[in-house]
């Protein structure tokens, strides 16, 4: 489970952007506002969901690129070499400066903070702390090419340190020479934090897998007003796996899935799929657009998968103001994201503004009141001649 994500200098955010998942419980009264989108741990209370909403370029897709590269460094930068480049661009308002990652999460029941900074195409500094016994305790901290250790944290560090390069993050070093402590670091980017819905690939289907999410997905289609009515998987004379669908209209009537069926069923087939397979086990998903070619209902239907589960996160963007729902969100869980004159996006939760108590939340966003809608102006004034011809 993710505590707080912080980032500075990736992509359209020069500034702090950070998405924090902790929960306003300051009162019993906050407390109690829907619940079902709360994460209880040790006492304190966490948001299992987080949208991001903002006009087009405010930045909301430049979050979750920044944070799969983040995640892709720590996964792979184990098998850099020194002329490897980091496949990210920085602020390009404010070239001289540094890049810097830093996450709060939990995993196995024990807190862990893990930072880098990235700087000319270097590895500047980093460092990893965890809370055995709810105590911070440094794991290592890294600090231009000088190491320091926790006792006993690392198993022979120095190993380790030898065949860290700038290009290499110590921890997925660390991971890759079976170092236990950061092995469990890093298996958390790997299996319990997740960007992207991945590829339509039927292939990496198991039959069990399917007949376990089979009635969840039919109910999603269901919820979608679709006509289908039953999904199976085959095998054609090949071997190759194949989907094949069946209409209400006539349902001994076999469908392709992958060339009958229109993008947003596809669509809504492998975001379900992987959803399931990835929140039974508490993980945290980030989607850019994820309602892209889904219907509000089915948009809904999806957090609302989220919010059953046990345990899982989910970040999502979108520019359906209709998600933008006081009665299913609370008021942290809103983030809207806006550009500032400088050209860096800005990330402010609904609840650092001052509303009223009777506010219509959505009819403020589209009227611009956060910043995070742009106003055009009259289009009769653009282009005078041409309307109303």
Do not use: W
């Amino acid at each position: 489970m993710i505590i707080s994500l912080r980032l500075a200098n990736f992509y359209s955010m020069k500034d702090d952007a950070v998405l924090d998942f902790t929960a306003d419980t300051s009162s019993r009264k906050l407390k109690d506002v829907l619940p079902e989108n709360l994460i209880e741990f040790a006492g304190d209370s966490f948001l299992n969901i987080v949208g991001l909403f903002g006009s087009n370029t405010a930045g909301k897709s430049n979050m979750i690129k920044a944070i799969d590269f983040c995640r892709n460094l720590i996964l792979t930068s184990h098998l850099n070499n020194e002329g490897s480049e980091f496949d990210f661009e920085p602020f390009k308002f404010d070239v001289d400066k540094p890049s810097e990652f830093s996450i709060e999460f939990i995993t196995g029941g024990i807190e862990y903070e893990y930072s880098f900074t990235l700087y000319k195409g270097s590895v500047l500094r980093e460092s990893l702390y965890h809370y055995p016994n709810r105590r911070k305790a440094k794991v290592f901290v890294r600090d231009n090419g000088s190491y320091t250790y926790g006792k006993g944290a690392i198993l022979r560090p120095a190993e380790v340190e030898a065949n860290t390069g700038s290009k290499t993050l110590f921890l997925s070093r660390a991971s890759s020479m079976n170092r236990s402590l950061a092995k469990t670091v890093y298996r958390f980017f790997l299996k319990e934090m997740v960007v992207g819905a991945g590829g339509f690939d039927l292939s990496s289907i198991t039959e069990e897998e399917f007949l376990d999410s089979k009635e969840m997905l039919l109910k999603a289609f269901e919820v979608s007003d679709s006509d289908i009515v039953d999904i199976d998987m085959v095998k054609d004379g090949t071997g190759r796996i194949k989907l094949q669908t069946f209409h209400r209209e006539n349902p001994t009537i076999p469908f392709d899935f992958e060339k009958e069926e229109s993008d947003g069923t596809k669509r809504l087939f492998f975001i379900m799929l992987m959803l399931l397979r990835r929140i039974l086990n508490g993980a945290a998903v980030f989607l850019d657009e994820f309602d892209l070619k889904l219907h509000i209902r089915l948009a809904e239907f999806i957090l609302d998968v989220v919010r059953a589960s046990e345990g899982a996160q989910m970040v999502f963007t979108s520019h359906n103001p209709l998600l933008i729902d006081m009665t299913k969100l609370r008021r942290e869980q809103i983030v809207l994201v806006s550009k500032q004159d400088n050209g860096n996006s800005e990330f402010i939760p609904l609840s650092d503004y001052e509303l009223g108590k009777n506010t219509d939340v959505l009819k403020a966003y589209m009227q611009g009141r956060f910043d995070a809608v742009p106003y055009v102006g009259d289009i009769h004034t653009i282009l005078p001649e041409k309307v109303g011809r």
